[in-house]
C-alpha cells in the first residue's frame, strides 16, 4: 500500500524551514528519502531504519516513529538547491525487499 | 562504475508496435526493478527481481514482461504498446535484501506511444 506524503506542495523562502510526512498503514522496516529535481531520476538522501532513529545530511535531518509508521524529513534553513519533489520509500518486507513510493511532495525555495 | 545504465534515452512509440527497455547495471548488486513515472506523479513499482532467474510482480505489472537471465541485466518488454503506457521508466538497483542498503536509479527512459 502507497504510503502518504503531505504536503503536496511546499513554496519557501531561502532560510525558511520546513517539514514533510510520510505515513503508512503498513508496519514498516525501513523509510527511505529521495529527491528528485525536474527531469533527472530521483537521488537518494537517507534512509530511516525502524527504532526511531533520526539521521542527518548536510540540514536536512528525518525521523521515523515505527509505532505510529511514520517518518519526517526536515529541511532547514531552505537553500534554492533544495528545490525539487521529494520521494519517501517504505520498504515491507515480502522474502525479497521492495520498496513502495509516496505520490511526492513538490518543494519550491525562491530567492 | 557507469552506475545503472538504460537505453534508449527517448522512444516514440506507435500503437501496437512492441518494444525493449534495457537496464544495466555494473555495480554487481542483487536487486534490480522497474519503475514508472506518469507526468507529476510518483514511482510505480512495475516489476522487481532479487537474483538471476528470479522475478516477481510490481504494482502495475499489467502490459509488461520482464527476465533476469544475467546479474547485470534486467530488460523490460513492452508487448502490445498502448497510450496509457506513454511514461518516464526508470531501472534501478540495490546490492542485497538487507533494507538498509539504497536504490541507485539510472537516468530513465522516456517513452511516447501515439
Known amino acids: 500500500q502507497q504510503p502518504v506524503q503531505s504536503p503536496q506542495a511546499v513554496i519557501l523562502r531561502e532560510g525558511e524551514d520546513a517539514v514533510i510526512n510520510c505515513s503508512s498503514s503498513?508496519?514498516?522496516?525501513?523509510v527511505h528519502w529521495y529527491r528528485q529535481k525536474h527531469g533527472e531520476a530521483p537521488v537518494f538522501l537517507m534512509i530511516?531504519?525502524?527504532?526511531?532513529e533520526q539521521k542527518g545530511h548536510e540540514k536536512i535531518s528525518a525521523s521515523f516513529n515505527e509505532k505510529k509508521q511514520q517518518s519526517s524529513l526536515y529541511l532547514t534553513a531552505s537553500q534554492l538547491s533544495y528545490s525539487g519533489t521529494y520521494f519517501c520509500?517504505?520498504?515491507?518486507?515480502?522474502?525479497?525487499?521492495?520498496?513502495?513510493f509516496g505520490a511526492g511532495t513538490r518543494l519550491f525555495v525562491k530567492a | 562504475n557507469a552506475g545503472v545504465t538504460q537505453t534508449p534515452k527517448f522512444r516514440i512509440l506507435k500503437i501496437g508496435q512492441s518494444m525493449t527497455l534495457q537496464c544495466t547495471q555494473d555495480?554487481?548488486?542483487?536487486?534490480m526493478y522497474w519503475y514508472r513515472q506518469d507526468p507529476g506523479m510518483g514511482l510505480k513499482l512495475i516489476y522487481y527481481?532479487?537474483?538471476?532467474?528470479?522475478?516477481d510482480k510490481g504494482e502495475v505489472p499489467n502490459g509488461y514482461n520482464v527476465s533476469r537471465s544475467t546479474t547485470e541485466d534486467f530488460p523490460l518488454r513492452l508487448e502490445l504498446a498502448a497510450p496509457s503506457q506513454t511514461s518516464v521508466y526508470f531501472c534501478?538497483?540495490?546490492?542485497?535484501?538487507?533494507?538498509?542498503?539504497?536504490?541507485?536509479f539510472g537516468p530513465g527512459t522516456r517513452l511516447t506511444v501515439l
Open positions: 534501478a538497483s540495490k546490492l542485497a535484501g538487507d533494507h538498509t542498503d539504497t536504490q541507485y
Open positions: 503498513k508496519a514498516l522496516y525501513s
Open positions: 530511516l531504519l525502524k527504532g526511531g
Open positions: 520509500g517504505t520498504e515491507v518486507s515480502t522474502g525479497g525487499f521492495k520498496t513502495i
Open positions: 555495480m554487481n548488486h542483487n536487486y
Open positions: 527481481s532479487v537474483g538471476a532467474g528470479i522475478t
